[in-house]
């Protein structure tokens, strides 16, 4: 019975047309098999040789695509794994995977905590007075560095990045500018920064910060300095002239082709004594930095990172290049304010002096028509110019007149046709919104403490932030500052917000009610909490928090929100609270967050880089992008917070844009 059917099978096989296949199966058989006979004996063994082969390479291929289904599922197996084996850096908080926000692979990411994530309807704020938090001692696992950005670590897996990054670019013709590295004495003074692996196996053992001198803060400033160096030498190496260093595949992403991240940095080096560096920054933007490019920028963020970069550097260094510059680029930005109601457009091209608002609306974002002004102001008061500082005030003014404001709280959109706010109903201190509550206040300050509108919507807006977002949690009262959407209250809160507690401090500090520092030092603890209760000690883009005391826990990270991006609103606001209060704790906070940055993104070869997940410190998962505000900004108020020197930009003579940039306050009060 087998051999019939094998004949049968042979037969069947052979495609010689005149084997027909007909209808009566046995007529078939025997027109095939005869077939099968009349061929010579060296053909049916070619024939049945091939039919072997065929079996065979079937076999295979059907092994191989088993293979390939165990080894997905195993990966399922490992994620899987991952999430539960995961080690929690907060008892109790558990691990998910799912898509990241960028669709790519999922990664062991936090699980939310469903109970609390619920959205609670809003009632009366649960805090009259700020309830100290149960501050645990630190829960702080002091693991070694990541593998892929360690010094000596996967230093091949970058090598292989980077080379395919190079064929690829090789292929496409489109090789980056390999710039010559600046050597010698700055590559020693990194080597400084980061602690040979052993050192960084024995973390558990060692003092919290070894040989640094609390009282002078001297070593802190240079570890500071280093992580500067170190980032710096990145972005020549494999940046240069080019908005941002991508440091894992050591090459660069452009933005607005502005080299935001040479202006972004020009008044850091000035401050932290990098002279040599300074002095080759600026010979780029006398050389190399030309604004006639078509080219479309968004006004906002060349506003604060460029124009305020280009004013500070001139009011550090006193070049009037910088100065020149800043005018030039000023005059440019102009055309976005050329709309029906003055509210200007986002987007502007600065070669042709055309400006749009983003393609798919007609809106900009309240953050970004409102926190313009300082720089623009200024520019007027130096270039005794005064179209810059009208077109930014009359934002103000409509602003302030504008019917849609919750008790000072801002929607986060307004239409540039209409003027009038758009997508109401939603209020947080969060993207889209953050910087026009600081802008309030410091350009309060900035004009001598005169303009009267300013503090009285900055004073309703603080009191509105308490009334509507401020609550705390559930089990250890920890105060955060959430959302507001369509009278609903959710317990979010961007890491942008950390913000707030350093412009409530300098608020305090500028004779507004006290009870606001009682404020900013709550939502300081919080701050911390979301970087020390992170495996990575580094905090999360957005926190929510648990209202219920139910199971203990009160930072919950969903799986979207677990990257960091070396931004600097905590350490901005340390910077402030340690100024105004001298508490040297605040110090202590910077400084873990600083080693943990060197742990966790520093790049060995040069550069920082972004990380997808601040949950895992074995892999944080390097996102390749080191934005322009790590050195711009974060390194900034780093070394601000470290320093000692007494009149290192007082707060009492400047005030920082919210890219860090300082401007002076004015002696005289605008006219
Ligand atoms: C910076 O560009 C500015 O601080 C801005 O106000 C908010 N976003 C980034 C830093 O996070």
Redesign the pocket.
């Given at each position: 019975m087998y051999q019939s059917a094998t004949k049968d099978f042979i037969a069947l096989t052979l495609t010689d047309q005149n084997c027909h296949i007909y209808n009566n199966g046995k007529h078939r058989k025997q027109s095939c098999w005869r077939k099968w006979k009349q061929l010579s004996r060296l053909q049916r063994s070619l024939i049945l040789a091939l039919l072997a082969l065929l079996l065979i390479l079937g076999l295979l291929s059907f092994s191989h695509v088993s293979m390939q289904r165990r080894e997905f599922s195993n990966k399922e197996d490992w994620l899987g794994m991952s999430d539960d084996l995961l080690k929690p850096a907060f008892p109790g908080v558990k691990s998910v995977f799912g898509p990241n926000e960028e669709g790519k692979a999922p990664a062991p990411v936090v699980r939310p905590n469903l109970g609390s994530d619920s959205v609670p309807e809003l009632k009366e704020p649960n805090v009259p007075a700020f309830q100290k938090p149960h501050t645990n001692k630190k829960i702080f696992p002091n693991k070694r560095g990541p593998p892929s950005l360690q010094k000596n670590g996967n230093v091949s897996d970058t090598f292989v990045v980077a080379r395919q990054e190079e064929d690829k670019e090789e292929e496409d013709g489109e090789k980056p500018k390999k710039m010559v590295s600046w050597r010698g004495a700055m590559i020693e003074a990194d080597q400084v920064t980061e602690p040979p692996p052993s050192a960084n196996e024995k973390d558990d053992a060692a003092p919290p910060v070894p040989n640094v001198s609390v009282e002078t803060g001297m070593n802190r400033l240079e570890a500071v300095r280093d992580a500067f160096r170190h980032a710096w030498k990145g972005y020549k190496d494999y940046a240069w002239g080019h908005d941002e260093l991508k440091p894992i595949s050591k090459s660069f992403g452009e933005w607005f082709g502005l080299g935001l991240t040479i202006i972004d940095s020009l008044d850091t080096m000035w401050i932290m004594g990098l002279k040599e560096e300074f002095a080759e920054a600026k010979q780029w933007v006398e050389k190399e930095l030309s604004f006639n490019q078509n080219v479309d920028v968004n006004l906002f963020?060349t506003t604060?990172?460029v124009l305020g970069g280009l004013l500070s550097t001139y009011h550090l260094s006193g070049d009037q290049l910088f100065l020149n510059k800043a005018k030039d680029l000023g005059a440019r930005l102009m055309p976005a304010f050329k709309t029906p109601s003055k509210i200007p457009f986002s987007d502007v091209n600065i070669g042709k002096g055309t400006a749009h608002p983003p393609r798919w609306t007609s809106d900009s974002s309240m953050?970004e028509v409102t926190?313009i002004q300082l720089e623009f102001r200024e520019l007027s008061r130096l270039t005794q110019d005064p179209m810059f500082k009208e077109v930014v005030d009359e934002v103000m003014k409509k602003v302030h007149k504008l019917p849609g404001k919750h008790d000072g709280l801002i929607p986060m959109f307004i239409n540039t046709n209409s003027g009038q706010f758009s997508h109401r109903g939603i209020y947080t201190l969060g993207a889209r919104a953050?910087?026009y509550y600081e802008y309030l206040l410091k350009q309060w300050i900035q004009g001598g403490k005169t303009e009267d509108e300013l503090l009285e919507d900055y004073i309703e807006a603080i009191n509105g932030v308490k009334k509507h977002l401020v609550r705390q949690t559930g089990a250890h009262k920890l105060t955060f500052v959430g959302e507001l959407s369509h009278n609903r209250f959710s317990p979010k809160m961007d890491h942008?917000v950390c913000?707030l507690p350093g412009t409530l401090a300098l608020g305090v500090h500028n004779d507004l009610p006290g009870d606001h520092m009682d404020l900013a030092a709550a939502l300081m603890e919080t701050c911390h909490q979301m970087y020390t209760q992170m495996g990575t000690g580094l905090s999360p883009e957005i926190a929510h928090f648990n209202l219920h005391a139910t199971d203990g826990h009160d930072i919950i990270v969903k799986p979207a929100d677990t990257h960091n991006?070396l931004?600097?609103?905590t350490v901005e606001s340390l910077f402030y609270m340690y100024r105004f209060t001298k508490d040297p704790k605040y110090r202590e906070w910077g400084w873990e967050i600083l080693q943990n940055f060197n742990k966790y993104t520093k790049v060995s070869g040069g550069g920082y880089t972004s990380i997808n997940n601040v949950r895992d410190p074995e892999n944080p998962e390097p996102r390749d992008k080191m934005?322009s505000?790590f050195l711009g900004?974060t390194l900034k108020y780093f070394y601000l917070l470290f320093s000692d020197e007494k009149d290192l930009l007082s707060l009492d003579k400047y005030v920082f844009n919210?890219?860090?940039h300082p401007l002076p306050i004015w002696p005289s009060p605008p006219k």
């Open positions: 963020e604060i990172r953050a926190s953050d910087s942008l913000f991006l931004r600097p609103e934005e505000f900004e919210t890219e860090a």
